[in-house]
C-alpha cells in the first residue's frame, strides 16, 4: 500500500483564491511527522510546513496551514489567497518512528497552477 | 547562513561512464540525505548520514552507488558504469538533527545517454 497518496496531479486555481492539497497517508506506528514541500520549475525542494502527530493544534506558517485530520490520516495543505509565484509541484511526505528512522517518504505530488 | 549546495547542477554522461556529485550542507547540520527522483515521482530515499558515518541505504542503493561523507562535512555520491535507469534528479537534504526538518540542495540532474 502506498503510504503517501496525493490524489490531486494536477490543479488549476485564480490567483487571490484559496487552494486545498490532499494528502492521506498509512502508518502504523503512533510516533510519526508530516511535512509539506514546494518544488518549483528549478528542482529545488522547499520546505513549506510540519506536523507532528502528537500535536494538538493544526500546524500554521504565514500563508499555509495544515488541515490535520488524524482519525481519518488526512494532513491537507490549505494556501490562502493563493499567488502567482504558487504556481510549482507540491509533495506530502512522512517520517515515520519519531527517532527511530529518518528517511522521508514523498507522494507523487500535485502540479499546482495558478491562474492570472 | 547558506542553504545546501550541490555540484554540479547538470551532468550529462555516456552509458558505462562513471560519475560523481558532491553536495555540501548546511554548516553544522550533521545529518545529511541523499534523494533520487525520477521524473514524474516524489524522491526516493537513497541512503543518510550522521557526521562521517552511514546509517542506513536503501535497497535502491544498488553494488554501483556509492556514497561518503569523509570528514562529516561534505559528501559524494558516486555511480560506477552508469545505465540509462540512473537518469534522474539527485537531490541532497541537511538537517541538525534526526528528528528535525530535511533542507534540500537545487539538485544535480543526470542525464545518461
Known amino acids: 500500500a502506498q503510504k503517501i497518496t496525493q490524489t490531486q496531479p494536477g490543479m488549476f486555481v485564480q490567483e487571490k483564491e484559496a487552494v486545498t492539497l490532499d494528502c492521506t497517508y498509512d502508518?502504523?506506528?503512533?510516533?510519526?511527522?508530516l511535512f509539506w514541500y514546494k518544488q518549483p520549475s528549478s528542482g529545488e525542494m522547499i520546505f513549506l510546513i510540519y506536523?507532528?502527530?502528537?500535536?494538538?493544534q493544526n500546524a500554521t506558517e504565514g500563508r499555509y496551514s495544515l488541515n490535520f485530520q488524524k482519525a481519518r490520516k488526512s494532513a491537507n495543505l490549505v494556501i490562502s489567497a493563493s499567488q502567482l509565484g504558487d504556481s510549482a509541484m507540491y509533495f506530502c511526505a512522512m517520517r515515520e518512528g519519531f527517532g527511530l528512522y529518518e528517511k522521508l517518504t514523498f507522494g507523487t505530488g500535485t502540479r499546482l497552477t495558478i491562474i492570472p | 547562513d547558506t542553504g545546501v549546495s550541490q555540484d554540479p547542477r547538470h551532468k550529462i554522461t555516456k552509458r558505462g561512464q562513471n560519475v560523481t556529485f558532491r553536495c555540501d550542507p548546511i554548516s553544522e547540520h550533521n545529518r545529511l540525505y541523499w534523494y533520487r527522483q525520477t521524473l514524474g515521482q516524489g524522491p526516493e530515499f537513497l541512503t543518510y548520514f550522521q557526521n562521517e558515518a552511514q546509517l542506513e541505504k536503501s535497497r535502491l542503493l544498488s553494488d554501483r552507488f556509492s556514497a561518503e561523507r569523509p570528514k562529516g562535512s561534505f559528501s559524494t555520491l558516486e555511480i560506477q558504469r552508469t545505465e540509462q535507469g540512473d537518469s534522474a534528479m539527485y537531490l541532497c537534504?541537511?538537517?541538525?538533527?534526526?528528528?528535525?526538518?530535511?533542507?534540500f540542495g537545487p539538485g544535480t540532474r543526470l542525464t545518461v545517454l
Open positions: 502508518t502504523s506506528d503512533p510516533s510519526y511527522g
Open positions: 537534504a541537511s538537517s541538525p538533527g534526526g528528528t528535525d526538518t530535511q533542507y
Open positions: 506536523q507532528g502527530s502528537y500535536d494538538q
